[in-house]
C-alpha cells in the first residue's frame, strides 16, 4: 500500500506541475457536488449524516481509489445500520490536488454546515485547514497530506502519522537486519526535507546508524543516477517514502544497477506486480492489515479483512488492494466515532467525540488514541505503529510481528 | 574515483537523450515552420503512452475523446510494431496539429502561437489523462538490459545504446537538410517562404513535412526513453524547458550542438549527484541545483550569443495585437470598479469569495497588460515573480512583524526587484527567445525559492491577517469566508492599479513605451532610451504582479507554492491574459473572471455538474479556438467588430477622407502643381540650428564597416557641411545603409567620425540624437499604434539651452512647438489623429522624416525617403529638404530617386563596393565616366519621364 505521506510531499512537486492542467480545469474537475442534501437539518436527529468528503478524483492527478474505499464503506455502513440508524451520506468536493481548489472546497463545506469533513486524498489540502478551523469543523482522514493538518488541533488522522515512516523501518534495518548503514533518498521540497531533519537524521542518529540523505528531482528526476549515487555512499540498506510510480522506479533502478542490499519501498505496493521478480525480498510498511496474508493477524481483524474485500469486490474491485482500504478504515472509524453521539450531531459535538478517542480499535488496523501526543510535532495523529512487509512470490508476507512503534526514537 | 565518474556520465546519458531527442524535434518545428513548440514534450509523452497501449494494453490508443478513444488490435503486439506505433502517432498528431493549429496562425503574433501550443500542451496532456489515467505506468522495456561494468560498479548498456542512436539520428537529421532537396527547401522556408513558393514548392505541404517530422523525432524519444524515466502526464511535457536550453545553445540553428549540449546537460546533472554524495558539498545546494542548471545554459548562451537591439536583418519586434486606449479611460476604469463593487456586494459566501479572486487575478492580469501589452515583452516569469510577493509578505508579517500596509507593499517592491533580474536578458533578446529565458527563470525561482525550507518551511508559510487604522479586513472569520472588507480592499486596490495604467498609457512614458513595442530600432534611432524603457516596464509590471501575489496570499491565508506553479499555473495565466486581451485594461478585468478560483469557476462548479474528467479537453480545446479564431482577444475582437460596424454605417473616423499629400489641389497655388507660383515660406524646420553655412557638421575620416570578415565599407572620407544637403548615391549592395548604421551607432565601425568636433563613432544611437544626430530608416518605421502626433511626440524635445554656437538645436526664444511645425512642414496637419498604421507608404515615409526633425537635428540622415512617394510627393520632400537645410541642418541623403538627388543636392558621393568613387556637384558626378559605368548606366543624363527639378524651384544657398 502505498505510503501516501511519501506521495504528499513528493506528489506535491508532481501535482504543481500537473496543474497545468488543474489552472484551466480547476473550475470543472473541483467542486462536483453530489446531489447530496446540504440542508442543516440533514445533522439533525432522524435525517441523514451529512458529511464533507474531499478527495482528489478526478482530472490530471486523480485518485479515485480513495473514493471508492470511502464509497464502499458508506454502502456497507447504510446496509449495516448507519450512523446510529440513520444513513451517511458524504458531500462531494472533488479537488485537482491545488491549494485554490482546496480552499473552494474549504468554503463550500463552511457554507453548507457540515459538522465533519472526511479526507480522501488532496495535495492542498493544508490550505483548507484554517478555513474549516474557524468555523469550528474537524477535518479526518487516514493520513495527513501537509504538515499543517498534521499538526493541526482540529484535524485527526487514523492512520500512522507519517513520521513513524521515516523512522520505523530504520529501527527494523537496527535490531532485525544488523545493517549499518543507510541511505535515504527523497524529493527536493520542503516536506520531504523536513521529514529528513526532524524524523530520520535523529532517528538514525538514535539509533546509532550511519544516515546520508539524497535528494531527487522530484518532477523529472533521473532515478538511476539518483540510485547510482546512494549506492556510491556504500550504504547496507536504500530506503525511501515517495509515491508509488517513484517507489516501482527506484527499485527498477536499483535492480538494473546491480544493487544487493536491502531496499525499504516506504508503504509503497505497486511496485510487487510491476517489478515483478525484481521485487522479491523489498520491504514495504503499512499502517493496517492488508488484504491477502492473515497469518499472525488477530481474529477481530482477519473479520474486518473479509468485510472489506467483500465490499470492494461489490463496489469497485479493481481497487480493493491498492489505498481503497485506508479511506474505507478511516470511514468506519469515523462512524464508529460518530455512533457514539446522542443526540445532535454538529461540529462541535463530533470536535469534543474525536478528542476523546482512547483504545478505539482501528478498522483493519490498530488501536487508537488521538490526545496529540501519537508523535512530536504530528497532534493530529491517532496512531504510530507500523507492520514491516516483505516481498516474496508477489506477495506481501509480515516480516514484523505486529505493529511497531518507534516514537521514542524522535522525543 | 573515475570508475565511480565513469559510471555517473553513462547514468547521465539517458536523460541527456531526452533533451537533445526533444531539443532536435524543436529544432525541427522552429527551422521549418518557424515556431516553438511548447507542447512538444506532451507529443514525446503521447508517443510513449500509445506505445505502452500497443505492448502493454493491446489497444491502439487515439488522441481522441467522447468516442472510442482505442481500438484493440487483439492482444499486446510485437516490439516493433509498438515502437512504430508510438513514433508514428507522435507524427500524426503534431502534423494534425500544424494542419488545425498552427497553419491558420502563420501569421499571427507570435504570443498566438504560444498560447496554441500552451492549449495544445493541455489537450495532449489532458486526453492521455482520461485515457490511461493519472498514475505513473511502467513502460515494457526496449533495450537490452545488460550492465556494463565499469571498475566494479555497474551502469546499464542501454544508456550507451540510446547515445549512439541520438548520435545517428542527428547525422542523419543534418544529411537530409543537407543534401535532401525537401531539406533544403524546409530550411529555406524559415527564411524566405516566398521565394521558396516561387520555385514550386508548397509551403504548407513543407511546413507540414516539418511538424511530422518533428512530431516523428519527439515521439522516437519518448518511446526509447518511457522505459527509463516511467510514464506520466507531468515529467515529460517538463523536459521541455532544458529541451528549450539546448536549442538556445545551438543558437536555434545547430543540429549538433543541440544534440551536444543535450547530452552534456543530462550527464552534468548526473555528475551533480554524485557530487552531492561528497561530504565537502554543501547542504544548501542539495536541492535546486539540477533545475536551475537549464537557466545557467541560456543565460550563458545570451551572454555569449544575444545582441542588445536588433539589427537591420533582423525580423522586426515582435508582432503584438494593437494596444488600445479607451476614449473615456477613466468611464472604463469606473465601470470596473463599480462593476466589480456591485458583485462583491450583491454577492455572498463561496460567490463573494469567487469575486475577490477574480479581482485579484486581474490585478496579476494588469501586470501583463504593461509588460506584454504595452512594452511588447512576452515573459512567462510574471506568475512566479507574482509569487514572489506571496512569499515576502509572509515572511515579512510572521518573521519581521510588519504591519499591514508597509507588507504588502514591500513585497512588491522585492517582486519589482525580481523582475529586473528577468529584465537583463530582455534587453538582448525578444520575441519566442525572451519566452523560453522567463520560463527557466520562472521554474528556478519556484525550485530555489518556493522550494526552498529556508522561505517554505514544512510547516507551511501562513501570513498575518491584514488590519489597517484597527480595522480588520482578514478574508474570513468564522463561518463568513469572504468578509466584505477584504473584498473592498481588492476593489480599491485594482481601481488604483488600473488608474496608474491608464495614467501610463496617456502619458509620454507610455508613448515611448509603446514605440519601443512597434520598433525598438525606430525607438533608439530618435533616442528613446530602450534600456531604460524596457527596465521600468519590467519594474512596474513586477510591482502590479506582487502586490497581486500578496493579496492572493492574504486571500487563502497562507503562501503556496502551487498557486504560481511556473507550467501548471503560469501558463495558463498568461493563455487566459491574452484570452481576455492582453492589451487592455479591460482585457485584464475579462481575463480575472477566466482565471482559477475567480467568479467563473464558482459558477461552473455550482451549476456545470458532471463535466468529468473531459472538461481538461474542453478547456484545452478552449483555449487553441481562442487563439486561433480570437488573436486579439476578447475584448480586441468585440473591439474590430464594433469598428467594422461603424464603419459599414457610415460613421468613418475624422481626417479619413483627408486628401494625400501631392493630391491635385483644389486651390490654385498649390506647392505641388508643376510650374506654379514659389509656394509661400513653409515653417522652418523645427529645431534647427543656426550654425555657419560652410561649417564641417560631421566629418567622416576613413571608415571601416565589416561583418565578420566580409568587409563592406573601406576607407570612406566626407565631410557633412550645415546648410547643405549631400546625396550618398551607389547601386544597390554598395554600402550606403551600412554607413548609416555606423554613423548612428548600429553596427561597429573602425575610423573617425567626428560631430562638430567631438568623436562620437561607437556612441550608442540614443546618445547621438542627444547630440543632434539623427537618421531615418529605408523601411517605414512608424509605430503602429500611435497616431501622427503622437508619433512625432515621442521623439520631440524639450528646449535646450544654447551650449556652442553649432551645438544647440533651438535658438533661446524659438517659436513653436518642433511638433506642430514638422507637422506643417511636411503638409501632415490633416492626418494628425490618425493611426500612423492607417497612412499610406508615402505619408509613413514623411512621418519618420517628421520624428527626426521633432528631435531639432543638427545632421540629419534621410534613408530613401522618396521610396514609395509619387512625383508630387517627391518634389515637395525635395522642397522642403532644402528648406530644412536653409535652417543649417546638414542633410545626408540616400537616394535611388536621381531626380530628386540631382535636384536638391550641394554636393553628391557616389559610392560602389564599399568605396567612394566620386565626390563633387550634380554636373561633375553626372558627367564622371566612372560613376556612368558603375550605377548610372548607359542612358544616365537623358531626360527622364519624371517632372526636372530645376535649381529655381529649390530655395535656399546654392551649392558649393
Redesign the interface.
Known amino acids: 500500500m502505498g505510503r501516501v505521506v511519501g506521495k504528499v510531499t513528493s506528489v506535491?512537486?508532481?501535482?504543481?506541475?500537473?496543474?497545468?492542467?488543474?489552472?484551466?480545469?480547476?473550475?470543472?474537475?473541483?467542486?462536483?457536488?453530489s446531489r447530496a442534501s446540504t440542508d442543516k437539518s440533514a445533522s439533525a436527529n432522524r435525517g441523514p449524516v451529512t458529511v464533507g468528503f474531499l478527495n482528489e478524483q478526478?482530472?490530471?492527478?486523480?485518485?479515485p481509489t480513495f473514493g471508492a474505499g470511502a464509497q464502499a464503506a458508506r454502502i456497507y455502513l447504510d446496509h449495516h445500520g448507519g450512523i446510529d440508524g440513520r444513513p451517511l451520506r458524504f458531500l462531494d468536493c472533488y479537488t485537482d490536488?491545488?491549494?485554490?481548489?482546496a480552499?473552494?472546497c474549504?468554503?463550500?463545506f463552511?457554507?453548507a454546515?457540515v459538522p465533519v469533513v472526511l479526507e480522501g486524498i488532496s495535495?492542498?489540502s493544508?490550505?483548507a485547514v484554517?478555513?474549516l478551523a474557524?468555523?469550528?469543523i474537524p477535518l479526518v482522514g487516514h493520513t495527513a497530506f501537509?504538515?499543517?493538518q498534521s499538526?493541526s488541533p482540529d484535524a485527526f488522522f487514523f492512520g500512522a502519522a507519517t513520521g513513524a515512516y521515516d523512522v520505523v523501518p530504520l529501527e527494523v534495518m537496527k535490531h532485525d537486519l544488523h545493517i549499518s548503514a543507510v541511505t535515504y533518498m527523497a524529493a527536493?521540497?520542503?516536506?520531504d526535507?523536513?521529514?529528513v531533519d526532524?524524523d530520520s537524521k535523529p532517528a538514525a542518529r538514535a539509533l546509532g546508524l550511519r544516515y546520508?540523505?539524497?535528494?531527487?528531482?522530484g518532477?523529472?528526476?533521473?532515478?538511476?543516477?539518483?540510485v547510482?549515487?546512494?549506492?556510491?555512499?556504500g550504504a547496507k540498506a536504500l530506503f525511501f517514502t515517495a509515491?508509488?510510480?517513484?517507489c516501482?522506479?527506484l527499485v527498477?533502478a536499483a535492480r538494473?544497477?546491480?544493487y544487493k542490499g536491502a531496499i525499504f519501498a516506504g508503504s509503497c505496493s505497486?511496485f510487487i506486480k510491476?517489478?515483478g521478480a525484481e521485487a522479491n525480498g523489498v520491504f514495504t510498511a503499512s499502517d493496517l492489515y492488508v488484504p491477502g496474508d492473515t497469518k499472525g493477524v488477530p481474529a477481530a481483524a482477519k473479520k474486518q479483512l473479509a468485510v472489506y474485500e467483500k465490499a470492494m469486490n461489490h463496489y469497485a474491485p479493481q481497487y480493493t488492494n491498492g489505498f481503497a482500504q485506508d479511506t474505507f478504515s478511516s470511514t468506519m472509524d469515523l462512524a464508529t466515532a460518530l455512533q457514539r453521539i446522542h443526540g445532535k450531531v454538529d461540529a462541535k459535538t463530533v470536535l469534543e467525540t474525536l478528542r476523546r478517542i482512547h483504545g478505539q480499535k482501528s478498522f483493519m488496523g490498530q488501536s487508537l488514541d488521538c490526545n496529540g501526543k501519537q508523535w512530536p510535532g504530528e497532534r493530529a495523529a491517532c496512531a504510530s505503529g507500523l507492520i514491516e512487509y516483505q516481498v516474496h512470490g508477489g506477495r506481501r508476507v509480515m516480516y514484523t510481528k505486529g505493529f511497531v512503534n518507534a516514537e521514542n526514537l524522535v522525543k | 574515483m573515475l570508475d565511480e565518474l565513469g559510471v555517473f556520465v553513462v547514468l547521465g546519458l539517458g536523460i541527456g537523450v531526452v533533451y537533445a531527442g526533444l531539443g532536435l524535434s524543436l529544432l525541427v518545428t522552429y527551422r521549418g515552420a518557424n515556431v516553438v513548440n511548447f507542447a512538444i514534450g506532451a507529443v514525446a509523452m503521447w508517443g510513449g503512452y500509445v506505445y505502452y497501449g500497443l505492448r502493454s494494453v493491446g489497444r491502439l490508443y487515439l488522441p481522441v475523446v467522447g468516442i472510442p478513444s482505442s481500438i484493440s488490435v487483439g492482444g499486446p503486439v510485437p516490439l516493433w510494431v509498438a515502437v512504430i506505433g508510438g513514433v508514428a502517432s507522435a507524427a500524426v498528431l503534431n502534423l494534425v496539429a500544424e494542419v488545425v493549429i498552427f497553419r491558420p496562425l502563420r501569421r499571427a503574433p507570435d504570443l498566438a502561437k504560444i498560447v496554441a501550443s500552451v492549449g495544445l500542451m493541455l489537450l495532449v496532456q489532458s486526453v492521455a489523462a482520461v485515457a490511461f489515467g493519472s498514475q505513473q505506468l511502467v513502460a515494457p522495456s526496449i533495450l537490452p538490459s545488460a550492465s556494463l561494468a565499469l571498475g566494479g560498479r555497474s551502469a546499464p548498456w542501454s544508456d550507451v545504446m540510446l547515445l549512439g542512436i541520438v548520435v545517428v539520428v542527428t547525422g542523419v537529421l543534418g544529411a537530409y537538410f543537407r543534401f535532401a532537396r525537401t531539406g533544403l527547401a524546409m530550411q529555406a522556408l524559415a527564411e524566405q517562404e516566398t521565394s521558396v513558393a516561387l520555385v514550386g514548392r508548397s509551403p504548407s505541404r513543407l511546413a507540414a513535412g516539418a511538424w511530422a517530422l518533428s512530431g516523428g523525432l519527439a515521439g522516437l524519444f519518448g518511446v526509447l526513453v518511457a522505459p527509463l524515466v516511467g510514464l506520466n502526464t507531468v515529467s515529460d511535457t517538463l523536459y521541455v524547458v532544458p529541451a528549450l536550453a539546448v536549442v538556445l545553445v545551438g543558437r536555434m540553428r545547430s543540429l549538433t550542438a543541440t544534440c551536444v549540449a543535450g547530452v552534456a546537460l543530462g550527464v552534468f546533472q548526473s555528475v551533480v549527484d554524485l557530487l552531492k554524495t561528497m561530504s565537502w558539498y554543501p547542504g544548501w545546494a542539495q536541492s535546486g541545483v539540477d533545475e536551475a542548471l537549464p537557466l545557467a545554459v541560456i543565460v550563458a548562451a545570451l551572454a555569449l550569443f544575444g545582441n542588445r537591439l536588433p539589427t537591420r536583418n533582423d525580423v522586426a519586434a515582435v508582432d503584438l495585437p494593437a494596444v488600445a486606449r479607451p476614449h473615456h479611460p477613466w468611464w472604463t476604469l469606473g465601470a470596473l470598479g463599480g462593476a466589480a463593487a456591485v458583485a462583491l456586494f450583491a454577492l455572498s459566501g463561496i460567490y463573494r469569495f469567487g469575486v475577490i479572486e477574480s479581482v485579484i487575478a486581474a490585478i496579476v492580469m494588469l501586470s501583463f497588460v504593461v509588460l506584454t501589452g504595452y512594452a511588447g515583452q512576452i515573459s512567462l516569469a510574471q506568475l512566479a515573480i507574482a509569487g514572489t510577493g506571496g512569499v515576502f509578505v509572509a515572511k515579512l508579517t510572521t518573521a519581521a512583524g510588519v504591519p499591514f500596509p508597509a507588507a504588502p507593499l514591500l513585497a512588491a517592491m522585492a517582486a519589482a526587484a525580481c523582475g529586473l533580474v528577468v529584465a537583463v536578458p530582455a534587453l538582448r533578446i525578444r520575441g519566442m527567445q525572451l519566452a523560453i529565458v522567463t520560463l527557466a527563470f520562472a521554474v528556478t525561482v519556484e525550485q530555489f525559492l518556493f522550494a526552498n525550507s529556508a522561505f517554505d518551511p514544512p510547516d507551511g508559510l501562513s501570513v498575518q491577517p491584514p488590519r489597517l487604522f484597527g480595522m480588520d479586513l482578514a478574508v474570513r472569520a468564522g463561518d463568513d469566508v469572504a468578509r466584505s472588507s477584504f473584498g473592498v480592499l481588492v476593489v480599491v486596490t485594482f481601481v488604483i492599479v488600473a488608474g496608474a495604467v491608464l495614467l501610463l498609457a496617456r502619458s509620454r512614458s507610455g508613448l515611448r513605451l509603446l514605440a519601443v513595442r512597434a520598433n525598438e530600432q525606430a525607438a533608439a534611432s530618435v533616442g528613446i532610451g530602450v534600456t531604460g524603457a524596457k527596465l521600468g516596464a519590467y519594474a512596474l509590471a513586477s510591482f502590479v504582479a506582487g502586490l497581486g501575489g500578496a493579496l492572493l496570499t492574504y486571500s487563502t491565508g497562507q503562501f503556496s507554492a502551487s498557486s504560481f506553479d511556473a507550467l501548471a499555473a503560469g501558463l495558463p495565466f498568461l493563455a487566459f491574459a491574452y484570452l481576455g486581451g492582453i492589451t487592455s485594461i479591460t482585457g485584464g478585468a475579462i481575463a480575472g473572471v477566466l482565471a482559477p478560483a475567480g467568479i467563473l469557476y464558482v459558477v461552473l462548479n455550482r451549476y456545470v455538474n458532471n463535466l468529468g474528467p473531459y472538461y481538461l479537453v474542453v478547456s484545452g480545446a478552449a483555449l487553441v479556438v481562442a487563439a486561433i479564431a480570437y488573436p486579439s482577444g476578447m475584448t480586441g475582437t468585440v473591439r474590430e467588430l464594433l469598428a467594422r460596424r461603424r464603419a459599414s454605417h457610415g460613421l468613418v473616423p475624422a481626417g479619413a477622407d483627408a486628401p494625400r499629400l501631392g493630391d491635385p489641389p483644389s486651390a490654385p497655388g498649390s506647392l505641388s502643381s508643376p510650374g506654379a507660383p514659389s509656394a509661400p515660406s513653409a515653417p522652418s524646420a523645427p529645431g534647427a540650428p543656426t550654425a555657419e553655412p560652410g561649417t564641417p557638421a560631421l566629418s567622416v575620416h576613413d571608415l571601416r564597416i565589416a561583418y565578420g570578415s566580409t568587409v563592406v565599407v573601406d576607407s570612406v572620407s566626407f565631410a557633412l557641411f550645415s546648410g547643405e544637403v549631400t546625396a550618398l548615391i551607389g547601386p544597390n549592395g554598395a554600402g550606403k545603409t551600412s554607413i548609416l548604421d555606423a554613423l548612428t551607432g548600429f553596427v561597429d565601425a573602425r575610423g573617425s567620425v567626428r560631430l562638430r568636433g567631438e568623436e562620437v563613432l561607437g556612441m550608442a544611437p540614443a546618445k547621438l540624437v542627444h547630440r543632434g544626430l539623427v537618421r531615418t530608416w529605408q523601411a517605414p518605421t512608424t509605430f503602429g499604434d500611435l497616431s501622427v502626433v503622437e508619433d512625432l511626440t515621442v521623439a520631440a524635445r524639450r528646449p535646450r539651452r544654447r551650449v556652442s554656437a553649432h551645438g544647440f538645436y533651438r535658438a533661446p526664444g524659438d517659436d513653436g512647438d518642433p511638433v506642430e511645425r514638422a507637422l506643417d512642414l511636411l503638409d501632415l496637419r490633416e492626418v494628425a489623429d490618425r493611426p500612423t498604421s492607417s497612412l499610406s507608404l508615402g505619408q509613413q515615409k514623411l512621418v519618420a522624416v517628421g520624428r527626426a526633425l521633432a528631435t531639432g537635428p543638427s545632421v540629419l540622415l534621410l534613408d530613401e525617403p522618396a521610396a514609395g512617394l509619387d512625383d508630387g510627393e517627391s518634389r515637395l520632400l525635395g522642397r522642403r529638404l532644402r528648406e530644412i537645410a536653409d535652417e543649417g541642418v546638414a542633410v545626408l541623403l540616400v537616394e535611388h530617386d536621381m531626380d530628386l538627388v540631382f535636384g536638391v543636392s550641394h554636393q553628391v558621393l557616389v559610392l560602389h563596393m564599399g568605396g567612394l568613387i566620386a565626390a563633387g556637384d550634380a554636373a561633375s558626378v553626372q558627367s564622371d565616366a566612372g560613376v556612368r559605368r558603375a550605377y548610372l548606366g548607359h542612358g544616365a543624363g537623358e531626360p527622364s519621364n519624371r517632372c526636372q527639378v530645376t535649381p529655381s524651384v529649390v530655395h535656399g544657398s546654392g551649392g558649393r
Not at chain 1, 212 to 217: K, L, V
Not at chain 1, 219 to 226: C, I, L
Open positions: 506535491a512537486s508532481v501535482i504543481g506541475t500537473a496543474l497545468l492542467l488543474a489552472a484551466c480545469t480547476v473550475t470543472g474537475s473541483a467542486g462536483a457536488a478526478q482530472g490530471a492527478v486523480a485518485f490536488g491545488s491549494t485554490a481548489a480552499v473552494a474549504a468554503n463550500r463552511v457554507a454546515h495535495i492542498g493544508d490550505a484554517p478555513i474557524g468555523a469550528g501537509g504538515n499543517v499538526n527536493t521540497n520542503p516536506q526535507r523536513g521529514f526532524d546520508q540523505a539524497i535528494y531527487y528531482n518532477t523529472s528526476p533521473n532515478f538511476q543516477a539518483t547510482g549515487a546512494a549506492i556510491a555512499t509515491p508509488e510510480p517513484t516501482t522506479s527498477a538494473t544497477l546491480s505497486a510491476a517489478d
